[in-house]
């Protein structure tokens, strides 16, 4: 029966990530239009979502050190106020300083969902850390894959200012996460504020120095693949509407392809890497997806599709191994190290944007998937990280 209810949980949280990240999707999401209503240049769409993504990266890890030590259940809810009101303030937004001070509340309310929602993952995991961790991040992908979707068929048709519709979904939202706040509140009653039936931590530590070398390994990895990942999240639309002069909605349903890639690729990384081991997931996904990266540049509509879908899915595997992995270097620091990875991504990925960004507005967006594609080779950095799986169980 215990069980059951952890399951339930687990879908509650997948899909609060889901409405969340799929507001998250309506900033990227509707780019080409603002960006032609308000004059912006690349540089300015590259800070809007510098901005948004600095502004939950930069408080991700307060929120997941502090809930570690003080935990607040319903602070969840609270987040997602602040999403709320966010969403309010861009469908009215009529300058560039109004878009950003808009994504920095949305920005906001996901530094507390993500540390908060992971670590009700853990929890609620039974032992299977990987793959709870995945049917989480699946909600969130399957939000950013539906973002633009919403926004082709409901934003671009009806103007920016129908975006406050997505606030009634916000209101779904914070029913859905005080649902999980009760749940929540009952474990730390039950097991205290940082362990449940289900938590099972790493006991034996590594030496210092591997868990440094180990944490510098995935700085790297994850410097790929967030680099790589907000190139096609924030200029796909536009590479797409350049290079095969696809309509903005045509180059919509492109992105949303990508996206829906990578929630497979997740669920798939996690299931094998609570199988198998974390590292070589996060060998095969993130080294193993530069072949697909380098030929896409060069390709014509059709393979460019295809292209993107597999490298979404292949890449976005990593991101649930890694988690883990980190989690299991420093045990007991669910929260802070999950605050810090994800806001690790999403700082990545705001800086990402704004240099392609100023590099699309000084030479092409064509180049810039040139150059992005190499990214992944740095996959090979993988080779220094040490095998926890062995020395756990072994």
């Given at each position: ?5 952890a399951?339930?949980i687990?879908?509650l949280v ?6 969340n ?25 590259g ?7 600095i ?7 307060m929120?997941?050190?502090f ?19 966010g969403?309010?303030?861009l ?8 878009v ?7 920005g ?17 995991s ?13 909600g969130?992908?399957?939000g ?5 979707i919403?926004?082709?068929l409901?934003?671009?048709p009806h ?14 939202a ?5 649902r ?18 289900f ?51 045509a180059s ?41 990266a ?17 490298v ?6 990593a991101?649930?191994?890694i ?5 299991e270097l420093?045990?007991?620091n669910?929260?802070?190290i ?14 990402g ?5 100023w590099?699309?507005?000084?030479s ?13 080779l740095?996959?090979i950095?993988?080779?220094?990280l040490?095998?926890?799986?062995e020395?756990?169980?072994?």
């Amino acid at each position: 029966m215990q069980r059951k209810a952890a399951i339930s949980i687990l879908l509650l949280v997948s899909l609060g990530h889901l409405l969340n990240d799929m507001f998250q999707a309506v900033i990227p999401a509707i780019y080409p239009m603002i960006k032609e209503t308000l004059g912006l240049s690349f540089l300015q769409i590259g800070a809007i979502t510098l901005t948004n993504q600095i502004t939950s990266s930069l408080l991700q890890p307060m929120v997941g050190y502090f809930s570690d030590k003080h935990p607040r259940p319903y602070g969840l809810v609270i987040g997602m106020c602040f999403t709320l009101t966010g969403l309010l303030l861009l469908s009215m937004a009529s300058s560039f300083v109004l878009v950003l001070l808009s994504v920095a509340f949305v920005g906001v309310g996901s530094s507390v969902l993500h540390p908060e929602s992971s670590k009700v993952a853990r929890l609620a995991s039974g032992g299977a850390k990987g793959m709870a961790q995945s049917i989480f991040q699946i909600g969130g992908n399957v939000g950013r894959a539906f973002g633009p979707i919403a926004v082709a068929l409901i934003v671009i048709p009806h103007g920016q200012g129908s975006i406050r519709w997505f606030a009634l979904l916000a209101i779904v939202a914070i029913w859905v996460l005080a649902r999980i706040g009760h749940w929540y509140k009952k474990q730390i009653e039950l097991y205290g504020r940082s362990k449940s039936k289900f938590d099972i931590e790493n006991e034996r530590r590594l030496p210092r120095r591997q868990i440094v070398i180990a944490l510098l390994v995935l700085l790297v990895l994850m410097f790929s693949k967030d680099f790589y990942t907000a190139n096609i999240q924030s200029y796909l639309t536009f590479y797409m509407i350049d290079k095969f002069g696809l309509s903005v909605s045509a180059s919509q349903y492109v992105l949303f392809a990508f996206l829906v890639s990578t929630a497979v690729g997740l669920l798939i990384g996690g299931a094998i890497g609570d199988k198998y081991g974390r590292k070589y997931v996060i060998w095969v996904s993130i080294l193993g997806s530069s072949p697909f990266a380098l030929l896409l540049p060069y390709c014509n509509l059709t393979w460019t599709i295809i292209l993107a879908i597999l490298v979404g899915m292949v890449m976005s595997s990593a991101m649930s191994a890694i988690l883990v992995y980190a989690t299991e270097l420093l045990p007991g620091n669910v929260g802070m190290i999950s605050g810090a990875f994800f806001g690790l991504s999403f700082g990545l990925g705001g800086i990402g944007s704004a240099i392609f960004g100023w590099l699309a507005d000084i030479s092409s967006i064509q180049y810039v998937f040139q150059l992005t594609a190499f990214l992944p080779l740095l996959g090979i950095v993988t080779y220094f990280l040490p095998n926890i799986r062995e020395k756990i169980e072994n």
